[in-house]
């Protein structure tokens, strides 16, 4: 029984798959050649093995996440700012339209903000953690949402961020031309703070939460023949450890990856 009252099961199922296959040709199987596309460290792989005390399996499958999980942010950050598509009252404008805003949520009825303000208009740009603008974008993103605000005056603008410090939602105080500049209009909201103010229930991303582990299940059990990596470097680590005549077969393997990094260092070109 679907427990969501804020989106449909069909939309966010669809919303879920539609992020997956944002994950493109990162879940291309890894070969070998892949794995090595560009030239993995291989003294520290045999630092890591050896001091997590872990197996090449294990070793060869966390790097290939790491090599996976490097360019995985934008996609999430596709998931956190799309599915705002099938909220009521909300829409995500096509790229550097209205603005270039990320989401826009508009209410005839009105939005109350904690200090009593009351709009109709909430201009959003949303992140994915805390700590990822410097200080000039944070500037640049300021001046923004003041020009808004000088446009329309019957709104407010949300710095959003997924992954912020604490829950909150509170007048943005940041810098620009080294001078501390705020407005009550210019807030900075958690992701859960934002789906309360537009659906109305408090914890609707608890809720979300706890539903999406199935529905991305779910969706990758739909996809599962397009989606489904198979990985061949820990096999052909192997094979090419065979070809070492090494009786120790840890030292066999290490040899094999030693010459990812090291086939034309002196005394491994042999």
Known sequence: MWTLSFISEEDFTKHVKKTIEKYGEKLESFDLKRFNKNIIDPIKLIFDKTVYQASWEEIVSNEIFRQRDKSNNNDIGYFHQRIFNYIDKCHVPDNGKEGGWDVIFENPDGIALPDGSVVHTIYVEMKNKHNTMNSASAGKTFIKMQNQLLT?????CFLVEAIAQRS????????VDKKKVGHKLIRRVSL??????VTGQEDAFYQLCMVLPSIIQKAVDELEGSI????TVIDDLKVLAEKQNLDDENLAVAMAVYMLGFGSYKGFNF
Request: net charge negative; with cysteine; aromatic share 14%.
């Open 152 to 156: 329309d005056d019957d709104c407010a």
């Open 168 to 175: 909150q939602n509170i007048k943005w105080e940041t810098t």
């Open 228 to 231: 489904v990596p198979h990985d």
């Open 192 to 197: 859960d703070q934002f789906y309360a103010l």
